[in-house]
């Protein structure tokens, strides 16, 4: 009964001091949504590059060409453009390249005749060039096999792996969840232990005869219950604004709050060894970004190398969005079973907080 | 007076069960921090119901000695018993009987005096919580800020409220960590109160300060720490006494130097300094104040001589070697 009571003191403590500091609070789980937007900006980026198409032809030739130029694979969004307005566009950065079908193109086709396609392209990163590498003699090659022009002998045949296409966004925005656990949980947790040091308050708990373990799990439980409120909304966005909807919801809901629970226990370990808010929030910002990148949320880890692949496990964000990239898309992202995934998440929520608690709650005497 | 006033059916705290009557017994406590000691064999008694003053300058021990006394610090070498429990036992019940306000008031100033003090009888187990925090507000002059922010407090405000906070829990030992630190006359004086109304209800009180007339207003007996070991401890009177008589002799300034370099030789005078109106001179407690004066006119002009008790100020000097303290 003295445990509960003293659990209720330290959580209606935190809820006092969190609302007196609503704005750094919910700037903080405003980041839930910005990451999204982030990771969508990021899939964007690249995937709809602008990129002009003249057509001096006008012929049938080149309309099948343009055909088999849509069906090729690039990143690209044709635009039809003259040529005056498409070196005005290429000039003020509005444009990626100018793709020139020329005059004559149907008739020398036709005729038999190698004609050659202008491509002029800013090559401001190597992507854009390798891009254009791709999909122009893919192109070039649909459109032979489409008109039986002779010397074509090989053809694609594509057999997939998965039932069905996940768009990159939808992929990405998914494997957000996990960073907006790891960024406001760690965040808020961090808050709540150097609070104590930056108030000198820790003096006083440890005097205290009450466990301290139990008040910080008080403090703890609401910070945490605020990052799981921002995470809801972020989950919320993912499903009537993204349109993705998980196949498994409570895998989706166990995942997410033992990334809560990992993630404030951690936040609370940093803000604990910094004793200040205003070192351990940049710091938690800065090491979210490369265990983030890290944890397959781009793509599967295990594409990137062994190396990239073993450093990942360390991460509770690795097996977070194997779960969740599966809950939501029916994925499997990582080697390891779900189940495994599951049960590591799980394993390591109960560790953290155990040591957390325990640890936290002892006095530091000198 | 509220203190004194049983509540909740409990009864007040002063019966400590000590079997010497010790509220707190620090025996040969040394502390080492890296390289640096802060407290070299400091031996200190605390008699129940009496109010202990620790005074020195910044840095000599004293917040060291009170975090040994609370527990919160470990000596390398020695042995602390408080309210008849050794301190590295680190026990629950001892802890419940001590009431502490740190010299930082450790408050969280983010939220009003009342949830202060709500949160802190929950760590106490004050029961009927809220009724004790209007007391303790009452006492410490602040319910009608009860419901404020403690940020927008004034520092005498924080320490009120802080002090309220050691009191809510009834303890049988308060120890005050530089109780009037950084807070104005009035509010230092309204706090010297509270310590005066403690007194008097019979409370334990240890109590570190670096203002000596704070410690000679309150206290019973004083400790004097420099450097972190012990140079005196005694009642303010008696302390007094071990310094000898002041006596103040009004001379022609440039006759001062001669007088001082005549009187050091003195065997009665204990020590002779150069003041404003002319010298000021401590002699032995068993040297008639008339054989000086004497001594002084054979040497110069004295147009007046004032014969004094010296205040802690001057007994601190003359213990420690040191400037007065602010």
């Known amino acids: 009964m003295r445990a509960v009571r003293l659990f209720c003191a330290g959580a209606e403590l935190e809820a006092a001091q969190l609302r007196s500091n609503f704005w750094f609070v919910a700037l903080t789980a405003l980041a839930a949504v910005s990451f999204l937007v982030m990771v969508s900006l990021f899939g964007l980026t690249g995937a709809y590059a602008p990129v002009a198409l003249i057509n001096l032809d006008g012929g049938p030739y080149s309309q099948s060409f343009i055909e088999a130029l849509n069906g090729a694979h690039h990143s690209f969004a044709l635009k039809y453009m003259s040529a005056e307005e498409a070196e005005t566009a290429l000039h003020s950065g509005r444009l990626v390249g100018i793709i020139t079908i020329p005059a004559g193109f149907s008739a020398d086709v036709a005729r038999g005749i190698t004609v050659p396609i202008d491509v002029r392209i800013d090559n401001v990163n190597v992507d854009m060039t390798n891009d254009v590498q791709r999909a122009l003699p893919a192109a070039i090659v649909a459109f032979g096999k489409r008109h039986n022009f002779p010397g074509v002998r090989v053809e694609m045949v594509e057999h997939d792996v998965l039932p069905h296409d996940t768009g990159y966004i939808p992929y990405l925005v998914v494997s957000a969840l996990a960073l907006d656990a790891m960024v406001i949980a760690g965040i808020l947790g961090a808050m709540t232990t150097a609070r104590e040091w930056e108030n000198k308050t820790v003096k006083m708990l440890r005097l205290s005869p009450a466990s301290s373990g139990v008040v910080l799990a008080g403090k703890l439980g609401v910070a945490a219950l605020v990052a799981a409120t921002a995470l809801g909304f972020a989950l919320l966005a993912i499903i009537f604004v993204y349109g993705v909807v998980p196949v498994a919801p409570w895998a989706t809901v166990f995942t997410l709050a033992a990334c809560v629970a990992i993630f404030t226990c951690i936040g609370a370990w940093v803000g604990a060894l910094l004793k200040r808010t205003l070192a351990a929030v940049p710091l938690l910002f800065g090491l979210a970004m490369p265990f983030y990148v890290d944890s397959g949320a781009l793509e599967p880890t295990r594409f990137d190398g062994e190396a990239i692949w073993i450093i990942a496990h360390l991460s509770p964000v690795y097996y977070a969005v194997g779960v969740l990239e599966w809950a939501f898309h029916g994925l499997h992202v990582t080697p390891e079973p779900i189940y495994v995934n599951l049960l590591v998440l799980a394993a390591i929520a109960i560790v953290t907080a155990a040591l957390t608690l325990g640890r936290l709650s002892k006095g530091e005497a000198r | 007076m509220l203190l004194n006033k049983p509540l909740n059916g409990r009864s007040l705290p002063n019966a400590v069960s000590s079997e010497c009557g010790l509220a707190v017994d620090v025996r040969h406590v040394t502390c080492n921090f890296g390289g640096v000691r802060a407290l070299d064999g400091v031996s200190l008694q605390v008699v129940q119901g009496t109010v202990m003053g620790i005074v020195g300058p910044n840095g000599a021990g004293k917040t060291t000695l009170i975090d040994v006394i609370c527990g919160l610090v470990h000596p390398s070498e020695g042995s602390v018993r408080v309210l008849g429990e050794d301190v590295g036992a680190n026990s629950v019940a001892l802890r419940a009987r001590l009431g502490v306000l740190p010299q930082e008031t450790a408050l969280y100033d983010e939220v009003t005096a009342r949830q202060n003090l709500r949160f802190a009888a929950a760590l106490y187990g004050v029961p009927h919580a809220d009724a004790r925090v209007d007391e303790v507000l009452e006492l410490v002059g602040l319910s009608a800020r009860a419901r404020d922010v403690v940020r927008g407090f004034s520092g005498g405000m924080q320490r009120r409220v802080a ?138 002009r004295v147009d007046s001589f004032r014969n004094r008790s010296p205040d802690l100020v001057e007994v601190f000097r003359s213990l420690t070697g040191e400037p007065a303290l602010p």
Request: a negative charge; one cysteine or more; charged letters at 25%.
């Open chain 2, 163 to 300: 002090i309220a906070r050691a009191l809510l829990h009834d303890p049988s030992l308060l120890i005050l960590d530089e109780p009037t630190l950084g807070v104005d006359v009035e509010a230092r004086h309204q706090i010297w109160a509270h310590i005066r109304s403690l007194r008097a209800g019979g409370r334990t009180v240890v109590l570190t300060t670096n203002y000596l007339d704070e410690a000679e207003a309150l206290c019973d007996r004083v400790a004097i720490l420099r450097a972190g070991k012990l140079v005196a401890e005694d009642t303010p009177t008696d302390l007094a006494a071990r310094t000898g008589r002041c006596l103040e002799l009004e001379c022609p300034p440039p006759n001062t130097a001669n007088l001082r370099a005549a009187l050091d030789g003195h065997s009665g005078v204990l020590r002779a300094e150069a003041a404003d109106f002319g010298l000021r001179v401590y002699i032995a407690a068993d040297t008639a104040p008339e054989d000086i004066v004497r001594a002084a006119r054979k040497v110069c």
